[in-house]
């Protein structure tokens, strides 16, 4: 079974950038979608954004324009580039799966079959 492994968190001051890395165990065949989401503490799972097998993209509106979602296929990886970062987008980030490219429900969690272990992103004021 495919196994998810998150990298890249850590501290960044608001307004800050910071890369996330999700590296699958084995190649991922089609039709797929890599997702990114994010749980603050005593807040519910939310999705960030997705990508799709034929590279196409999606995002929650509050993040669009600052977050860009990307992968390299040959490394196995879905990349999350966060930019502007704000003391509000402090979280535990979660990249997940699931076999399906369909857009509608594309970031609800319920869909995602496997998920990573997460990464602690911290932004201070």
């Known amino acids: 079974q495919v196994q998810l492994q998150e990298s890249g968190g850590g501290s960044a001051p608001s307004g800050g950038s910071l890369r996330l890395s999700c590296a699958a165990s084995e190649i991922i065949y089609a039709p797929v979608s890599i997702a990114w989401f994010r749980q603050a503490p005593g807040k519910e799972r939310e999705g960030v954004a997705v990508i799709f097998d034929d590279d196409d993209t999606a995002y929650a509106g509050s993040m669009k324009g600052r977050f860009t979602i990307s992968q390299d296929k040959v490394k196995k990886t879905v990349y999350l580039q966060m930019n502007s970062l704000k003391p509000e987008d402090t979280a535990t980030y979660y990249c997940?799966?699931?076999?399906?490219?369909?857009?509608?429900?594309?970031?609800?969690?319920?869909?995602?079959?496997?998920w990573g272990q997460g990464t602690q992103v911290t932004v201070s004021h």
């Open positions: 997940a799966r699931r076999p399906s490219r369909a857009h509608a429900g594309s970031l609800d969690p319920v869909a995602y079959t496997t």
